[in-house]
């Protein structure tokens, strides 16, 4: 990494949040951390780190709560759910209220690591990014990392930038869930339902009315395909 990722670890399992925090700062992270969500909002009044691993059941304020907030005012702070809950509809419930990514307990050291790796290479634009260019009502400038609806620039978190980057790259192909995990969430394979929340998410800031789309059209049993022409 250019410069170092700050991250910071909310967990209320004292175990847990030590060996976390012990780990990332041997791989050069900076780690500030905290064990409960009243401590970790009150710091996150002025912080901003690259990254939040935040356990989804917290003493005090809850994860879930902690996550909305931060959706509201740091958008670009890439957040990861640490949930004990294995059920896929608990793990659905976590990316609804903003995350960009959950890892269910237990979980191995190393694909945490790798999942903050992913998310920071994506949000620091590792990647060749195009000119800017227009689609229909977008304006895009990639290099900045903005997207403009119209004359109103659009409030896009990370991993939403980047889903909504590779649908205007390729508008009126069919994409399915396994193509949109992999290009968008370097996953080769992956809980389908994480696109499904996400374009759900997307939905709601692109269309005028979310539950009959225009521009991001599902085609059931297939994927999904993004057109500027909309549908009347």
Known sequence: METTAEI????????????VSDYLRGRGYQ???HDDGTAARRALRTARPDVLVLDRMLPGVSGDELCREVRRTAPQTSIIMLTALGAVEDRIDGLEHGADDY??????????????????????GKHVSPGPFTLGPFRVQPAHRRIWLRDNEMTLTNR?????LFLLQNPDRLLTRDDILREVWGWSF??????????????????????????????WGQGYRFTVEGVA
């Open 103 to 124: 890892i269910a307990k237990p979980f191995a050291l190393r694909e945490l690591r790798l999942r903050i790796d992913a998310l920071l290479r994506r949000s620091r």
């Open 190 to 219: 992956g809980e389908t339902s994480t696109v499904t929340v996400h374009v759900r998410r997307l939905r709601e800031k692109i269309e005028p009315e979310p539950r009959f789309p225009r521009y991001l059209l599902t085609e």
């Open 160 to 164: 939403e930038y980047e889903l909504f």
């Open 31 to 33: 780690v500030t951390e």
């Open 8 to 19: 910071m670890v909310v967990e209320d399992d004292a175990t847990v949040l030590a060996v």
